[in-house]
C-alpha cells in the first residue's frame, strides 16, 4: 500500500481545466491587471482585485493592495519593497507553485521547498549614469532547497518541469511586448 501524497495542490482539478480548455481556446483568455495610484515621492500602492478568464470578469477573494517605494538609500521613505524586487517575488511564487503542482502530479511528497532569489542590477542605469548600462537586472539566480521523498535526480526534474510551465520564468526570459498609452 502506498501513501497518499498531499502537497495541498488539486491536480486532478487542473488536469480537468486542461481538458476542457483545449476544446475552448477563447475561455483560456486571461486578463490579469493592476492598479496603480502614486502617493508621495517614489511611493505608490498598487490594488489587485479583479481579471478576466473563462469568458466573464472573475474577482479575486479578496482586495490587495501593495505598497512599492525605494529604500532610504535611495533618499526615499522606504514604504514598501522595490518594483523590481517585485518581479523577484513573482519569479520565486511561481516556480513555488510549480514545484508542488509537479510534485503532486508525479506523487511526490514534499516536506519543504525554499528558495532564495538574487538578482544583480547595476543602477547607474535608472540614474542615467550611463547609458550603456540596462535599467533592468543583469542577471538572476534561483537557488531551491527542496526536502522530499524524492531523489536529487527527480527533485531536479521537478524544478525543471516548474520553469517549462511558469508564466512569470517565461515573461523574464522571452521577449514580450509591452505597449504604454497615455490617456
Not at 510549480?98 to 528558495?115: C, F, K, P, T, Y
Not at 538574487?118 to 550603456?132: K, M
Request: charged content about 20%; glycine content about 8%; overall charge negative.
Amino acid at each position: 500500500m502506498s501513501a497518499t501524497i498531499d502537497n495541498g495542490v488539486n491536480v486532478q482539478a487542473l488536469l480537468d481545466a486542461r481538458g476542457v480548455l483545449a476544446g475552448a481556446p477563447d475561455a483560456a483568455q486571461f486578463t490579469w491587471r493592476a492598479s496603480s495610484s502614486w502617493q508621495r515621492g517614489v511611493h505608490s500602492t498598487t490594488t489587485i482585485e479583479n481579471f478576466f478568464g473563462l469568458g466573464e470578469e472573475q474577482s479575486h477573494k479578496t482586495r490587495t493592495v501593495f505598497d512599492a517605494d525605494h529604500p532610504a538609500v535611495f533618499a526615499a521613505e522606504d514604504n514598501g519593497i522595490t518594483p523590481i524586487e517585485y518581479l523577484l517575488v513573482g519569479l520565486a511564487s511561481c516556480l513555488t507553485a510549480g514545484v508542488a503542482s509537479v510534485a503532486q502530479n508525479r506523487g511526490i511528497q514534499l516536506r519543504s521547498v525554499e528558495s532564495t532569489v538574487e538578482g544583480n542590477h547595476d543602477i547607474r542605469g535608472i540614474l542615467g549614469v550611463d547609458s550603456d548600462v540596462r535599467n533592468g537586472f543583469n542577471d538572476i539566480k534561483i537557488t531551491f532547497n527542496i526536502d522530499a521523498d524524492a531523489t536529487q535526480q527527480e527533485i531536479e526534474a521537478l524544478v525543471a518541469q516548474s520553469q517549462k510551465r511558469s508564466a512569470v520564468f517565461d515573461a523574464l526570459t522571452n521577449p514580450t511586448d509591452v505597449t504604454v498609452v497615455v490617456a
